[in-house]
């Protein structure tokens, strides 16, 4: 079955709207995941890892206040797209890592169109 | 700062063929982690293979099987007897080996692999 969850799988918005998407792990608990980014026809791009409890650690180039995450638990993590623009249209998929046995676990992923 | 590089962007196979899927890195660390993952078009990620840099032995999973050379730094995907299931987009990811854990995966461009039946 599903060890991560996210949500929506896909979602469509009006420029200047923000959008939030879930990341929960079924499993275990995780201090930590990671959120992506994979345009069409491209590779996934690390945009930032999100701690549990503590502020989230964002990659060169990823606008923090852009990108808001917040990971409230051990099992849930969520990415806010505030602003969104037409330019922000991606996939974005989270990961969870597991302590226990070093795999990472990814999300089905979720499809953002900003119109 | 780590890389991936995949220099394939696109390979064929006929169908029970072989086919090496082809991936260099560069590092200064000692101790990582090397994978490969398979996203077909659902777009979910799912794990091929993985290795860990101090382990000299080649990991295999059934029909994949990757040709590790860490002086070289690379890391090559063999899948045996290609299935039409295997028809996919392959990335090669690296992931430093820290203690917290607190690192997310650097990952190539990507092979997309076409079987013909």
């Known amino acids: 079955g599903a060890v991560v969850s996210q949500h929506p799988s896909w979602v469509i918005c009006k420029s200047g709207t923000s959008v939030k998407i879930e990341c929960r792990s079924l499993?275990?608990?995780?201090?930590?995941m990671f959120w992506y980014r994979q345009f069409p026809k491209q590779s996934l791009m690390l945009m930032a890892t999100s701690n549990e409890g503590s502020k989230a650690t964002y990659e060169q180039g990823v606008e923090k206040d852009k990108f808001l995450i917040n990971h409230a638990s051990l099992t849930l993590s969520t990415l806010t797209v505030t602003s969104a623009h037409p330019e922000d249209s991606s996939f974005y998929i989270c990961?969870?890592?597991?302590?226990?046995?070093?795999?990472?676990?990814f999300g089905e992923g979720s499809r953002l169109t900003v119109l | 700062a780590q890389t991936v590089t995949q220099s394939q962007p696109e390979m064929s196979v006929q169908e029970a063929e072989t086919v090496t899927l082809s991936c260099t890195y560069d590092?200064?660390?000692?101790?990582?982690?090397l994978f490969w993952y398979k996203q077909p078009p659902s777009r979910q990620m799912i794990l091929v293979i993985r290795?860990?840099?101090?382990?000299?032995q080649n990991a295999t999973e059934n029909r994949f099987s990757v040709n590790f050379q860490k002086a070289a730094k690379s890391f090559s995907l063999k899948i045996s007897d290609s299935q039409l299931g295997d028809a996919a987009m392959y990335f090669c990811a690296y992931r430093i080996l820290s203690g917290g854990g607190a690192d997310g995966l650097t990952f190539g461009k990507g092979t997309h692999l076409i079987i013909q039946p």
């Open positions: 990961s969870v890592h597991s302590y226990n046995t070093g795999e990472l676990f």
């Open positions: 590092t200064s660390e000692s101790d990582y982690y």
């Open positions: 499993d275990f608990q995780a201090t930590t």
């Open positions: 290795q860990e840099a101090y382990k000299q």
